[in-house]
C-alpha cells in the first residue's frame, strides 16, 4: 500500500481529506484491477464508474451511496485526477486482496480515533464458541464496519449473512467489506433492531453484535419501545442506555437452537432499575450460557473502558441449565503499546473453560441462578483471586466459604445508612452556617475538624438527611477508600456526596462496626465491589448488602472495651519505646562529642 499512500499523501490539497478517502473506498469498492484499468481508458470515466458500479452485486442502499460519492468526485476534481487514483488503486490490488486495501482504507480514514471494534483474540473466543457450520443463517442487529463478522466466520462463505444497523455509512462498508471478503449470500437492511427490525418474522442460527456502546434513544423511540411486544415480558430499556435492549432482540431473532455474542460496558450488567427487570427476565429464560468479563484498553485507542461479552445460547446443555459461567479474563491479559489484548495462553484458557465448561480458582466460576446478587450478571462480581494486599496485615488469604458459616445480618438491617450532599461551590462560605466533610478532611482514619470547608446552605436543601451525629461511620464510595467514626458533638457537619453515612441502630455497637469494616474480610469484600475504569467506584447498593456478624450488643462491647485496653496498653508501650529510641540517639551524639552543640526544648 505503499504507493497508494504515497498519492493520498501528495493530493491532501485537491479534495478535502475525508472526501479523499471516501473516493478511493468507492474505487477500491469495484475490487478488481483490469475493470479499473478500463474504467481509466474509457471516454468518460465518471460516467463509467456510474455504470460499473450499477452492475456490482451491491443492494440499492451501497449502489446509491457509492454512486453519490462519483457525482461528488466529478464535480470537484478534474479526470486527471481520478484516472491517477484510479490506476493507483489498481496497482495495490495486483498485490493486495481488495478487502486488506479496503480495510486499509478504513482504517487510514479513521486513524485519529480509531476504529471502534472487537479485538481479535476476543473475536476468536465467540467464534470457537460459534462453531459456525454450512448452510447456516447469521445475523447482526448491530453489524458496524463488519471487521468482526468476517474475522468469525473466516473461510466458511456458505452461510447466509443478514445484518442491519442504524448508522448507514457503517453498513455500507460492512456489505463492499463482506463482498470483497468472497461472501455472497448477504443482506444488509438499515434500521434500529430495538424499534425497527428490519428481517421480521425471520429467526437465525447465530446473532453476534458488535461493540456500539452507550445508546439513548430519543423521545420518539421511547415511545415506540413502549408498544414493542417484544418488550412485554422484559420491560423496555432505560432511556439512558438502552443497551440491553439489545439482548432482548437476540433472544426474539435467535431460532430455539440458536446460540448469540453480545458486547456491553460492564454498568449494564449491574445497574438497578430497568436494566435489573431485564437481566431477571433474561435469567428467567435461562438463555445466558456464559459471561466473560475483559479489562479496560481492548478497544484502544478509541475508548478505554472496560467491557463484557455475554453468549446467549437457547438450546443449553442439562450441564449449563440453571447456571451461568462466569469469567474474569483481568489475569488473562497483557498491555502492549497502549492496548490490551488476551495472551495466547489466556485464550486458550477460556476456550478451555468455555468447551469443559469448568472452574478455575480465581478465573471462572458457575453460579446458580438463585445465587446471583440482585441479578448482576458482572464476573468480577461473582470471581476474583480470594488474597488481598493491605498495608497492615501484608498478604492475606480470604476464606469465603468460612465466612459463610458465621451468623451474620446485612448492614442495611442494622443501621440506617444514608448518601451525603452534594455542595456547590458557589455555597461555599467561611461564616457559611454548616461544614462539610470531604475525603481529604480524613488523615490516618481521623477527621480533623479543624480544617472542615463551610457553606452557606439551607432552602430547599434539608439538612437534617446529610447532618452527622456523633457515632456515625462514613465511608468513602468514590476514589481513595477511606474509613472514620464522627466523635464530636458538633451539630453543624454534613456528609458530602463522596461518602455513605453509617448511623447504627440500637443493636449494633458504632465502634465495632467500624472495627469490623476495617478487618482484612472486610477490606477485601470492598475491594472486590469496586467498579469503574477510571475512578473507582463502591456501589451504596453494595454497601447496604455488607453482611455484618450478629453478635448480641452486650459481646460487641466487651469486644470493643477489650480491644480499647489492649491499644491504649499498646501504646503507652510505644510511648515508652520511642522515648528509649530517643535516648538511645542521644547517648550516641553524647559520645560523638557532639551532646553540648544543641538543646531540646
Known sequence: MKNLYGFLDKTRGDLPLHETFEATKAVVAIGDANTLRNIANSVNIFETLVQQI???DYSAMTKEQLNRTVITLSSKLMSSYTIDLILEVAKALEVNKAIEVFDWIVQQSEEKYGVLKADSTQTAIVKNYFDVQQNKTVFSGRIGKGFEITELLGEQKDVAIYAQDYYLDDLVIAEIRLHLAGYEKVELKQGNILVEPTFKNQTFDYMYDTPRFGYKPNA?????????????????PSKMNADLGYLVAGVHALNEQGKGAFYFTTGALSRGGADEKI????????VIEAVIEFPGGFYAPTTGISSVLVLMNKAKCEQAKGNILFINASTLSKFVRRKTSLTDEGLAEIISILEERKEVKGISKIVAMQDLTDYELLPSRYVFENEVELETYGLVEIDLPAFEQVKTVRLKDSATIYRGHNALPK??????????????????GEIQEAGLTRYELGGRVKLDNYKLEKGDIVLSIRGQLKLAMFE?????????????????NADFDPTFVKLYLESPLMQFIIQ??????????????????FMIPQLHLKQQQEIVNEYKQQQQELK????????????SKLNAYEQMGIGQTFTLK
Not at 464530636?488 to 447504627?504: A, H, K, P, T, Y
Not at 503507652?572 to 535516648?583: A, G, M, N, V
Request: glycine residues 6%; aromatic residues 6%.
Open 54 to 56: 450499477s452492475h456490482l
Open 220 to 236: 420518539q423511540e421511547m415511545e415506540q419501545l413502549k408498544y414493542h411486544s417484544r418488550f412485554n415480558y422484559f420491560g423496555v
Open 279 to 286: 437481566r431477571e427476565r433474561l435469567v428467567a429464560r435461562d
Open 427 to 444: 455555597d461555599e462560605n467561611v461564616n457559611g452556617n454548616v461544614a462539610l466533610l470531604k475525603i481529604s478532611d480524613i488523615v490516618d
Open 488 to 504: 464530636s458533638d458538633r451539630e453543624d457537619v454534613l456528609l458530602s456526596q463522596n461518602f455513605i453515612g453509617i448511623r447504627c
Open 528 to 545: 472486590n465491589s469496586l467498579t469503574g475504569s477510571t475512578i473507582l467506584n463502591l456501589s451504596p447498593k453494595d454497601i447496604e448488602g
Open 572 to 583: 503507652q508501650k510505644l510511648d515508652e519505646i520511642l522515648i528509649q529510641l530517643k535516648e
